[in-house]
């Protein structure tokens, strides 16, 4: 039987020794370790160095040197924001994404015992990477854990109305807080940035229903709507109206009460004056009189009742309406013939 004999190869010109292939070798893996010393970290993210496996540094942007063998890094994302979702998951992100819904994360009861499907998102950044890798085990998990039990208890202490529709700001708000502190007091090393509701909706059974609830609501508060436009309308144009009339009451008012007291002044004065001359004013008044009326009766003509031989041809349709007086009459004016 042959043995098979293994032998180095022999070099002409050079006799290569064991001593120096073992030195060779030290270079190589002295080479290797050199190699792997160096490491980079990105521009959003910070090293986290181990030595032995407990925390010894944090490492910056760029190129950054470690203990071969006895040092390992972590690589954490502190400027890059990151997201969870709930209720849904992201199948396929393109300009027609796809989504696929998880019903047992969405499905929530609200606190008038209906049944409401409530998707969000919540956006948060590593703040503190040694809380964030060695404080909490499955930090993950864990997160997504507090955000959903945070949620069910905000949306368990409104109405399904509160959440469908006005109230969704204000349940991102509060989710937030509560979420932010629960993330402090466990030392998870997390911001959190926004939670933001995605898709509110009842669940599918119901939609047809919940959709008729809708359409009344909007048609009652379209109606609410016009009669206060109607209302700010009419009521505005009646006070108005009635400012109007109480003031044209008092101007008209006003005016009786002046004239009325003009009036009296001046009979009071005319009364002195007649009492003072009686033939003189009394003269006075007549001709007044029957200067200011006289031009208002037209034309007259004052006949004698005992003249005769009237020309027919005198015009009398030029001079207006004609009165014939009866003999010792007088006008209507109170003149005398």
């Known amino acids: 039987m042959e043995e098979n004999i293994f032998e180095m190869p022999k070099f002409k010109g ?6 120096a292939i073992a030195t060779l070798i030290v270079i190589g893996l002295g080479l290797l370790l050199l190699f792997n010393s160096f490491y980079q970290v990105g521009p959003e993210e910070v090293g986290v160095v181990l030595r032995f496996g407990q925390y010894n540094r944090t490492t910056s942007p760029g190129l950054n040197f470690k203990m071969p063998l006895a040092e390992e890094y972590t690589l954490v994302p502190v400027q ?7 209720g849904f998951r992201t199948v396929e992100a393109n300009v027609r994404s796809r989504f696929a819904r998880q019903e047992d994360e969405s499905m929530m009861l609200t606190g008038d015992l209906n049944v409401a499907t409530v998707e969000w998102i919540v956006q948060y950044r590593v703040s503190d990477p040694f809380q964030y890798l060695f404080r909490v085990r499955g930090l993950t998990e864990t997160f997504r854990a507090m955000t959903e039990a945070v949620m069910r208890r905000i949306v368990g202490d409104r109405t399904v109305t509160e959440v469908l529709t006005v109230g969704r700001q204000e349940i991102e708000v509060t989710v937030k807080e509560q979420l932010q502190e ?13 939670v933001v509701l995605q898709d509110v909706n ?77 033939e003189v004013t009394r003269q006075r008044l007549y001709l007044e009189t029957v200067e200011r009326v006289m031009p208002r009766m037209g034309g007259k003509l004052l006949l004698d009742s005992q003249a005769e031989g009237v020309l027919p041809l005198l015009p009398l349709d030029a001079l207006g309406k004609i009165q014939r007086l009866p003999a010792g009459g007088s006008s209507e004016g109170g003149g005398s013939q």
């Open 14 to 19: 050079a006799n290569v020794s064991p001593k």
């Open 202 to 278: 009842p669940p599918d059974p119901v939609k047809p229903s919940w959709d008729q609830v809708n359409q009344a609501q909007q048609q009652r508060d379209r109606m609410i709507n016009e009669a206060q436009t109607e209302f700010n309308q009419e009521i505005p144009r009646a006070r108005g109206e009635a400012q109007q009339q109480v003031l044209q009451a008092e101007g008209y008012r006003t005016n009786r009460v002046n004239r009325s007291q003009g009036d009296a002044a001046r009979f009071t004065a005319l009364a002195d004056e007649y009492r003072k001359a009686p």
């Open 80 to 86: 890059r924001q990151l997201k969870l979702e709930f």
């Open 182 to 194: 629960l993330c402090n007091q466990y030392e998870t090393g997390i911001t959190v940035d926004q």
